[in-house]
């Protein structure tokens, strides 16, 4: 029989209101022990008095009861809702431990409702990242998996797999039958189909992960550009060090920020020149490593030496590059609207100028890059290696050379999709997976 278990499903820490949950056969005996009382009707809110075995009282408050199977858990579930005081939370915690239960561990909750086919592991995932969630895009992108639209799309891909191969085994029991030459053609021509769309779904350009772990944003120019300021403005907050001495900074200098519902990470670099030593060096390496990795650059220049723009920096404007010209306060020159034949945005981070127009851009064109839609996306790297794998299976699908070959083609396939939803996967995968829950979920 497994554990019963039980946590603090809410945040720590002083708090009006704390939900509390328990799992596993001990719950209603636990729930009897803490009430002194039947149990409520099942899933019903019903005020409860909790006393620990000597008869002291821990709190006043709610208590719920859902037996199984119709809980999130599939077991026997008792949700307490009592109030946030760390005394209460200490009570509790000694009164259930005394009653033979134990804490849950991270995820432990949602990993027996998977265990008990409540959920498959994309509404589990879908469950952590809405936790998680800090815009209003990645909470969007989370409620569509947990509603089962990832679930849902791997599940037909599966049911197409299941069916070629169920006419092409007839085909291999059959042999010595007069089958059709057609009955191989159609295995063919629904495999290329099958393979398309996942081709399709593969080249997303990564859609859903970046939109999931947030968008990396990266700062790029000369020194005394005013990169950093630059930052501090966005970031509204003094994050970065600034200073007239150039080269103030030399390592990559992270913000988190919410760009009109869009998740992003803004890297404030070192800046772009020759390094007159190996610490400067290093911090001009790391930023074009940056670079490298980013999926958005802001290419900054001082617009006070306008028409002058430093080298360095034109050399890394590309198509994923918006150009900034800043400083514009202290232009004495026409600005350009164009550099490198990207749209350029003149701002000031001295007085704010223009650092709406600039956000409004950096809005638009994460929207025109990244947006998802309502279609469901591939939202972690282990669904896309998994859908990657189902594709090369796929691909080397030929039934006119072997039909035994061309079968396990598909059962290779339809392996690797089942272990997006958990129909196929081992038990050092689903504890990472889990693990990367808080408690109490």
Not at 179 to 196: D, F, M
Not at 294 to 301: E, G, Q, R, S
Not at 383 to 396: Q, T, Y
Request: glycine share 10%; charged share 25%.
């Amino acid at each position: 029989m497994a554990d019963t278990i039980y946590a603090l499903a809410s945040g720590t820490g002083r708090a009006g209101i704390a939900v509390w949950r328990l799992s596993g056969q001990g719950s209603a005996d636990a729930l009897l022990a803490l009430t002194g009382r039947p149990l409520p009707p099942p899933r019903r809110a019903v005020r409860a008095v909790l006393t620990d075995r000597d008869g002291e009282p821990i709190d006043d408050g709610l208590a719920l009861w859902f037996p199984a199977p119709a809980s999130f858990t599939g077991e026997d579930v008792v949700e307490l809702h009592l109030h946030g005081g760390r005394a209460v939370a200490q009570g509790l915690g000694r009164a259930l431990s005394g009653l033979g239960l134990r804490p849950a561990e991270p995820g432990e909750f949602s990993r027996r409702a998977f265990a008990n086919g409540k959920i498959d592991l994309t509404h589990a995932e879908a469950i952590a990242d809405l936790v998680a969630a800090e815009t209003a895009a990645q909470r969007r992108q989370a409620l569509r998996q947990m509603d089962g639209a990832l679930a849902a799309l791997i599940e037909e891909w599966r049911r197409r797999l299941v069916s070629i191969l169920a006419r092409l085994e007839a085909a291999i029991d059959f042999a010595e039958e007069d089958l059709p030459p057609s009955l191989i053609t159609l295995t063919q021509t629904e495999a290329a189909a099958l393979a398309a769309d996942l081709a399709a779904h593969l080249a997303d350009d990564r859609r859903g992960e970046i939109l999931r772990d947030g968008l990396h944003i990266t700062l790029l120019g000369a020194p005394n550009a005013g990169k950093s300021s630059l930052l501090n403005r966005l970031a509204g907050r003094e994050a970065a060090i600034v200073s007239a001495e150039a080269g103030t900074t030399r390592d990559v200098i992270e913000v988190h920020l919410d760009l009109g519902g869009w998740p992003a990470i803004l890297a404030d670099t070192a800046g772009l020149r020759e390094a007159e030593g190996q610490i400067e060096a290093e911090g001009v390496r790391r930023a074009l490593a940056r670079a490298g990795m980013a999926d958005l650059k802001l290419a900054v220049f001082d617009a006070a030496l306008v028409p002058v723009l430093d080298e360095a920096t034109r050399e890394v404007i590309d198509d994923s590059t918006l150009v900034v010209l800043n400083k514009r306060d202290l232009a004495a020159a026409p600005l350009p609207d164009r550099v490198a034949g990207r749209p350029a945005v003149a701002v000031s981070a001295k007085t704010g100028d223009g650092l709406d127009q600039l956000v409004g851009w950096i809005e638009g064109e994460l929207q025109q890059r990244f947006a998802v839609g309502s279609a469901p996306v591939l939202t972690r790297a282990r669904h896309r290696a998994a859908a990657e794998a189902a594709f090369v299976a796929l691909s080397g699908f030929d039934p006119s050379v072997d039909l035994g070959l061309a079968a396990e083609s598909l059962r290779a396939a339809a392996t690797a999709l089942g272990r997006i939803t958990g129909r196929v996967e081992t038990d050092e995968v689903l504890g990472a997976i889990f693990a990367e829950f808080c408690i109490g979920k």
